[in-house]
């Protein structure tokens, strides 16, 4: 500060000495002008002076580390994932009217049981494959139940609704994650959670009933409404799987949790299969447009499900599922682009997106979990 109003004093001296006689008025005018330049020197280091008192105030530092950013780039990836298994539906749905979730879903289970299973066969002590089904069986029976309900729930809302109004609305797992991992898990939040997830079960109602006046509008009857419904229901079941998901991920290992699902993902799928869709795959067009959409949706899946446990891990089933909400933003403008919906229903689930969003932004502001993971039920 001395040097600069040196060199500030300087100037003017030199400036003097150029201009040996100035009047009153000008000289009032030369030092306003001289003065505003000092302040203009001084705006850049006030305003970082600002920003670094800001900083540490609402402690970002603390809150902004590598860490999250990780778990957002992560969450990114797992989006694209999300979507991509989104879309492949769609096109089977809609341009070559192949209905088969089951079938969608066991070539998913099939791919984690050959893979999964089969790095647990090679194991050797307590973490092998048969001592693992010694113990544990009818648990991780339970867990591929549900997870199976899940997936054909969720795949078969996109016979009934749009890829955008599925996608919406699976942001009910977060109050369900939550939820659970109060009571299961011995995670704690803060009032402002709630709040958030008031705001979000509010924004479900919202498109729910959006759908239900389109479908009134459209003449579609109760389809949109049921497939809305059906969407729902697969979000609570894989809220479930998520939680216990985390579980697993952090006091036993991926690999274990992934082959376990697997092995009874592809049994129950299979059974499901046999007595639901037999006659649906029979009557499927084969061509390479349907064997490709098909192989899309497999490596999807199989990504999804391989990559998001090592995204558990180094955060929790709610933030996880906070940093892949962008995946519904992904869904409408793919949706806009490839399947051509009207612009006037877009702007409307943009709106939704963009609440839920903020609603989100309230729940990952911070680390605001107390995990304990008590859960006693894989014990």
């Not at 009032?191 to 759908?211: P, R, T």
């Not at 389809?223 to 006091?251: I, T």
Request: proline share 2%; net charge positive.
């Amino acid at each position: 500060m001395f040097l600069q109003a040196l060199s500030t004093f300087t100037k003017k001296r030199e400036i003097a000495a150029c201009v040996p006689s100035i009047p009153k008025a000008s000289q009032a005018l030369y030092d306003i002008v001289m003065d505003s330049n000092e302040g203009i020197n001084q705006t850049p280091s006030k305003i970082k002076i600002f920003f670094s008192n800001l900083m540490e105030k609402s402690k970002a530092k603390e809150y902004f580390t590598w860490n999250l950013l990780k778990i957002l780039f992560l969450g990114q990836g797992l989006s694209m994932l999300l979507c991509g298994t989104a879309i492949s539906s769609q096109y089977l749905a809609d341009d070559f009217a192949v209905n088969t979730p089951v079938l969608q879903s066991f070539i998913n289970y099939l791919l984690l049981c050959l893979v999964y299973v089969g790095i647990l066969a090679f194991r050797q002590g307590n973490d092998n494959l048969l001592q693992i089904l010694k113990t544990k069986w009818w648990k991780y029976l339970l867990v591929g139940l549900i997870d199976v309900e899940a997936n054909y729930l969720v795949v078969k809302a996109y016979q009934y609704t749009t890829l955008t109004s599925v996608q919406l609305l699976d942001c009910f797992i977060i109050p369900v994650v939550m939820l659970l991992s109060w009571f299961i898990l011995r995670s704690r939040y803060k009032i402002i959670h709630f709040v958030a997830v008031l705001m979000c079960l509010l924004g479900v109602g919202i498109m729910v009933g959006a759908d239900v006046l389109a479908s009134k509008q459209q003449g579609s009857g109760s389809n949109k409404l049921l497939g809305d419904f059906l969407v729902l229901g697969g979000a609570a079941l894989y809220g479930v799987s998520n939680v216990c998901e985390e579980f697993v991920v952090k006091n036993f290992s991926r690999e274990e949790f992934l082959g376990m699902l697997g092995l009874f993902g592809t049994f129950f799928s299979g059974i499901q299969l046999s007595i639901l869709e037999h006659n649906a795959i029979a009557n499927i067009n084969w061509s390479w447009q349907v064997v490709l959409l098909f192989t899309a949706f497999a490596v999807c899946m199989f990504g999804w499900y391989s990559f998001l446990p090592l995204v558990i891990k180094i955060s929790s089933a709610t933030s996880v599922n906070l940093a892949i909400l962008t995946a519904d933003l992904y869904s409408i403008f793919f949706g806009i682009f490839l399947f051509h919906y009207k612009a006037v229903l877009h702007h409307s689930e943009f709106s939704l997106r963009s609440y839920n969003n903020f609603q989100a932004s309230i729940l990952s502001w911070k680390d605001f979990r107390i995990h304990s993971s008590k859960m006693i039920f894989f014990n």
